[in-house]
């Protein structure tokens, strides 16, 4: 439905508010290819009026390239509610080093029970959609409670299908949720070798046949399916105080319970 809005022109228009915020985790290939795939895809999205903010768990936060973790834990005499949205160059997308603030999440949430986006949620509710960018070990944590499953980009290179495996089973295993696998080449040769041998790994070692995608990102309706792709499968986050309002008023009520 949403590539039919997009393709009749209408435009996609985020609107904001309570319960819009989606998070979309990408499990990397290592082909700096398919990262800039990815950029082209989030520029898209910011282009028709979504906030973007990419969360890279590759990357690690320091004093010249601050991130995440000072999110987290701002310094002495600064405070810090969220992170302003900008799409005022869709072009620029926001992109923060996050590889120790995910590991502190992962912390917290081990600590105190919630979920590591609830507690990620009043820092990013500004954007339509949020990024993880993340070795598979990482992001498999992060997904806890995750009903969507991550994306995983396979690399060009067939020797690779090993390690690709690898990671494809660390999120398989670590959050039970099979990735959907996808490749940035073109079709005009068939199906992606690396993408195919990748899934009959799976199919062979796993039981779990994945769901399979090839996009030729130099494309451009190549490149909006992959955009919508990205805003359509990701998980819909909603405000963690409306989510406890919502399941206190579906438990039932005292009176209920003893009215058998």
């Not at 987290?72 to 509610?81: E, H, V």
């Not at 869709?90 to 919630?114: E, I």
């Not at 090839?214 to 499968?233: G, S, Y």
């Amino acid at each position: 439905m949403l590539e039919s809005v997009w393709h009749q022109g209408t435009g996609l228009h985020w609107q904001g508010g309570p319960s819009s915020l989606r998070v979309l985790p990408v499990v990397p290939s290592g082909d700096n290819a398919d990262a800039t795939a990815l950029w082209m895809a989030c520029a898209q999205l910011q282009q028709q009026g979504y906030p973007v903010v990419v969360l890279d768990g590759t990357e690690q936060e320091s004093d010249s390239a601050p991130g995440l973790q000072d999110l987290l834990q701002p310094r002495s005499g600064y405070t810090f509610s969220a992170l302003p949205a900008d799409v005022s160059n869709p072009c620029s997308v926001a992109t923060l080093p996050a590889a120790r603030g995910m590991v502190q999440l992962l912390h917290k949430a081990s600590v105190t029970g919630q979920r590591p986006v609830d507690l990620l949620y009043r820092y990013v509710r500004n954007h339509a959609l949020v990024v993880w960018w993340a070795p598979a070990p990482l992001l498999a944590g992060m997904m806890s409670g995750f009903s969507q499953s991550a994306i995983q980009l396979v690399p060009a290179q067939v020797r690779n299908v090993i390690s690709s495996y690898r990671a494809l089973k660390q999120m398989f295993m670590g959050c039970g949720l099979m990735p959907r696998l996808v490749a940035m080449r073109p079709t005009g040769y068939g199906l992606d070798t690396s993408l195919k041998s990748l899934s009959q790994c799976a199919m062979r070692h796993l039981h779990t046949e994945p769901l399979c995608e090839q996009f030729d990102p130099l494309q451009a309706r190549h490149l909006q399916r992959w955009a919508l792709q990205c805003l359509e499968h990701s998980e819909t986050v909603t405000a963690p105080e409306e989510a406890a309002a919502a399941g206190a008023s579906q438990s039932p009520s005292s009176s209920a319970m003893w009215s058998h």
